[in-house]
């Protein structure tokens, strides 16, 4: 899953901040817990779960991603 947003191209990576929690640590089990994921794989954006339990194809994360940005910005990057 992680490969899936590492690999978008550059302009998608300006409009995000990407943070990975390991579910081996006490940390990232905790915030599994917090955004209320309930498989793996799963990405959550704005602190709630998009996907789960799958992996979504490269167009449809770049617009997911792209219509988070723009109703946060008012604009297009």
């Given amino acids: 899953m992680a490969e899936s947003v590492k690999v978008l191209p550059e302009n998608y ?3 995000m901040t990407v943070y990975k929690w390991d579910l081996r ?3 990232g089990v905790k915030r599994f817990k ?3 994921a309930k498989s793996l794989p799963s990405i959550a954006m704005d602190g709630a779960v998009v996907y789960s339990s799958i992996i979504p194809g490269q167009e449809d994360l770049g617009r997911e991603i792209r219509r988070r940005y ?3 910005n008012q604009k297009m990057p």
């Fill in 25 to 27: 640590t006490l940390e």
């Fill in 34 to 36: 917090e955004i209320g």
């Fill in 70 to 72: 723009q109703e946060k």
């Fill in 13 to 15: 990576q300006k409009m």
